[in-house]
């Protein structure tokens, strides 16, 4: 199954986040298909804290791929600050 998630990067004590796509079976921050946006939650000032492409994560759900419980609270906050 596809499934949608975040894959740590960044270095220690600095976390920072990519949205993935991903096989479930692969490991967190192993191999992907395609990477979605990305989440950065120690963001300061003028500097974006979450970007995700909408068109690739429509696609991605159209075809049957499950967001997270993190990713899906993710865009929903995104939903409610663009709106």
Known sequence: MVVI?????????????????????????????????????????????????QDRLTYWEGVGAQLSPTVARLVKQAGKAAA
């Not at 600095?14 to 120690?42: C, H, K, M, Q």
């Open 5 to 53: 998630r975040l894959a740590r990067g960044g270095s220690k004590k600095r976390p920072f986040f990519n949205i993935v796509a991903t096989d479930s079976r692969n490991r967190r921050d192993g191999r992907f298909i395609e990477r979605i946006g990305f989440y950065n939650p120690l963001a300061a000032g003028k500097e974006e804290t979450l970007r995700v492409v």
